[in-house]
Antibody, heavy 119, light 110 residues
């Protein structure tokens, strides 16, 4: 079945970086854009950006431009999201999500990765 | 401050019909498809509506979406207790070159 499995929870200090992985299975990894969305505790959904797994092309939300890097390794069907210069307000659940066809509708979600930023 | 505006809360009794609104602008809802997500407590969001009014396989026809100009709505008919969740609208924004979400609406089934 189609699924996205993310890496485990992380605890980081302010100023550090975190890299979250998202392994895809059950479909052709290079055929669908992968998006990253985060949700701070008790807050709403926030779009961070997307990557074209085939070309590696990316679009980042203006808020994260310069701090986020999305990459992929086609050989192991895995997408990555790295966020640098972490602050306490980056504490959130980070999720990868696959689109429906060539739309921006996100139909398959990873289980989420909790990233805690604390000194 | 979310780019798309939703009411923070909505409520209804079992069997009732409720609607949740989502207001945007010409750069997002006005020129692109609207999506709706349901998020049950402690779980990942679930796609409810795509392409303004299309339901993915498995989503009951009690859920329907519509769009008019720069606003969209999600309607839930025959309300059930299991519909109690957070609901988010989303759309691509041409000015931001990215997806924008509404702030979410917490639906309570009384």
């Amino acid at each position: 079945q189609v699924q996205l499995v993310q890496s485990g929870a992380e605890v980081k200090k302010p100023g550090a970086s975190v890299k979250v992985s998202c392994k895809a299975s059950g479909y052709t990894f290079t055929g669908y854009y992968m998006h990253w969305v985060r949700q701070a505790p008790g807050q709403g959904l926030e779009w961070m950006g997307r990557i074209n797994p085939n070309s590696g092309g990316t679009n980042y939300a203006p808020k994260f431009q310069g701090r986020v890097t999305m990459t992929r390794d086609k050989s192991i069907s895995t997408a990555y999201m790295e966020l640098s210069r972490l602050r306490s307000d980056d504490t959130a659940v980070y999720s990868c999500a696959r689109v429906v066809g060539d739309s921006n509708a996100l139909d398959i979600w990873g289980q989420g990765t909790m990233v805690t930023v604390s000194s | 401050q979310s780019v798309l505006t939703q009411p923070p809360s909505a409520s209804g009794t079992p069997g009732q019909r409720v609607t949740i609104s989502c207001s945007g602008s010409s750069s997002n809802i006005g020129s692109n498809y609207v999506y709706w997500y349901q998020q049950l407590p402690g779980t990942a969001p679930k796609l409810l509506i795509y392409g303004n009014n299309q339901r993915p396989s498995g989503v009951p026809d009690r859920f329907s979406g519509s769009k008019s100009g720069t606003s969209a709505s999600l309607a839930i008919s025959g309300l059930r207790s299991e519909d109690e969740a957070d609901y988010y609208c989303a759309a691509w924004d041409d000015s931001l070159s990215g997806v924008v979400f509404g702030g979410g609406t917490k639906l309570t089934v009384l």
